[in-house]
C-alpha cells in the first residue's frame, strides 16, 4: 500500500510537471493570512495580454472538475488559474442563487417632509447653490407646463415631459462639470437648462425654425448643444450608451479631466445596447457614468414585465461596474450620488452606474394616455405626495432660504419669459427644404441629390399640402 501511494504522488508530480498543471493547481500557504484587496485594487486587475495585470482577482464561476484527485480537507486550500483569474474551487454543486431574499436599499438624505435624516451621509451645499438648484427645479415645472399646453393647442407637433423627475434632472446637473460631455435620453432637458440653454433656444427647437441648431430635422425636445457638451437625443432608445462608452474612452486617450454621462429609462435596460454599452465601459475601464431612472413605466409596459431582477442596480455588478441605489425624488441624495461617482470615474478611470428611483408622473409623451394603464389615484399620489419639487423646497424653506415671495416672483417671470420665447419662435421662418439634404455628408452622394430634386418637384406639383410661406 506504501509503495503504491508513493507511485500515484510521483505520477501527480509527474503530471504536473509534464502537463504543466503546476500553473494551473495552486496551494496556499495557510500560514500567511490572505491577501485583502480593496473594491479599486480588485477591479484595476484584468487579464488583458502578457503585459498588462489581472483586474479582477477571481470570477462568478461558482464549481470546477476536480483535475488531480483530491482529499476532501485540500479542497480548500487550492485555486484554479484561469484567463482572467485565480478561483477556488469545490466538489459541491451549488448554483448562485437567482436573487437576494434582501433588496439593495436606497440611499436618500431628505425624508418624504424635507427633513435631514439622522446619520446621515451627504456632502453639504451652500445656500446658493441649493437655491439654484430649487429655482431651476421650478422652472422646468413651469417649461413644461407652457410647452404642453402649446401642443395641445396643436402650435407644436410633440411634447414630452419631466414630471415627477426634475430633481434627477436638476441635481445631476449641478453635480457634474462642465467639462463632461453629457449622452442624454429625451427626459434630461434639465441637464441642458442647468448648463445656461436659454428657454428661447428651447422654443426654437420646439418650433424647428431657422434659429434651431438642429435645423428643424430633429422632433421637439431633442435637443443638442455642442457648446454645452450636450449631445444630441437620439430617438431609438439606449443607443447613446455604447456611445457613451466610446466618448468615455476617448476623454481617457486625451486624459481629460473629464467623464462621460448617460442617462437611461428602465424600458431602456432591455435593449442589447444597454448591455453592450454597460461591458463596453467596464473591459476598456472608461470613466463614464451611467444614470437609470426608474420610474415604474416603459411607455405602457410596467417594470415586472421588464425584469425579474432586483431593479437596476444589480446589474452593473455583473458587468463589474460599482453601482448604487439612490432615490430619484431626493434632490441632496441625487447630488451627492452623482458627484460622489463623477469623482471615483475621472480618478480611478471606471465606469459607475446608478439606479434613480422615481415615478414618471406625466404620460410618456403628448402621443400617450397613462390612464388607460395605470390608476389615477396612483398619479395623483405621487405628484402630491412624492413630489420632489416639493420636498426640495421644503427644505430650502427651513434653512431660511426661500419665501413664498420668491416663488411668486420666479414662476410668474418664468411664465412671461417663456410665453414671449414661445411667440418669438413661431414668427421666425422655417429651414429652407434644401437643409434637409446638407450636413448629412461632406459631399453629397448621388442618391441624396436625387431625393432632393423628388422632392423639389413633388413641393412645386402640390404646393397646396405644405404650409403657406414654405420654401424650397
Known sequence: MAMLFARSRNLVSSLRQNLGLS???????????????????????????????????????????????????????????????????????????????????????????????????????????????????????????????????????????????????????????????????????GVLLWRGFTLEEFANQCFGNKADYGKGRQM?????????????????????????????????MEKKNACAVTFIGDGGTSEGDFHAGLNFAAVMEAPVVFICRNNGWAISTHISEQFRSDGIVVKGQAYGIRSIRVDGNDALAVYNAVRSAREMAVKEQRPILIEAMTYRVGHHSTSDDSTKYREADEIQYWKMSRNPVNRFKKWVEDNGWWSEEDESKLRSSTRKQLLQAIQAAEKWEKQPLTELFNDVYDVKTKNLEEQEVGLKALVEKQPQDYPTGFHI
Open 23 to 189: 500553473a494551473i493547481l495552486i496551494k496556499r500557504n495557510h500560514s500567511s493570512p490572505r491577501p485583502v484587496f480593496t473594491n479599486y485594487q480588485l477591479s484595476s486587475r484584468v487579464f488583458l495580454d502578457p503585459s498588462t495585470s489581472f483586474r479582477h482577482e477571481s470570477t462568478a464561476v461558482e464549481t470546477q472538475p476536480d483535475l488531480v484527485q483530491q482529499s476532501d480537507h485540500e479542497d480548500d486550500a487550492q485555486e484554479l488559474d484561469f484567463p482572467g483569474g485565480k478561483v477556488g474551487y469545490t466538489s459541491e454543486m451549488k448554483f448562485i442563487p437567482e436573487s437576494s431574499s434582501r433588496r439593495i436599499p436606497c440611499y436618500r438624505v431628505l425624508n418624504e417632509h424635507g427633513k435631514i435624516i439622522s446619520d446621515r451621509d451627504f456632502i453639504p451645499v451652500s445656500e446658493k447653490l441649493a437655491v439654484r438648484m430649487y429655482e431651476q427645479m421650478a422652472t422646468l415645472q413651469v417649461m413644461d407646463h407652457i410647452f404642453y399646453e402649446a401642443q395641445r393647442q396643436g402650435r407644436i407637433s410633440f411634447y414630452l415631459t419631466s414630471v415627477g423627475e426634475e430633481a434627477i434632472n436638476i441635481a445631476s446637473a449641478a453635480a457634474l462639470s462642465p467639462e463632461d460631455v453629457v449622452l442624454p435620453q429625451y427626459r434630461e432637458p
Open 220 to 252: 421637439p425636445i431633442h435637443y443638442g448643444s455642442n457648446q454645452h457638451n450636450y449631445f444630441t437625443v437620439s430617438s431609438p432608445i439606449a443607443t447613446q450608451l455604447p456611445q457613451a462608452a466610446g466618448v468615455g474612452y476617448a476623454l481617457k
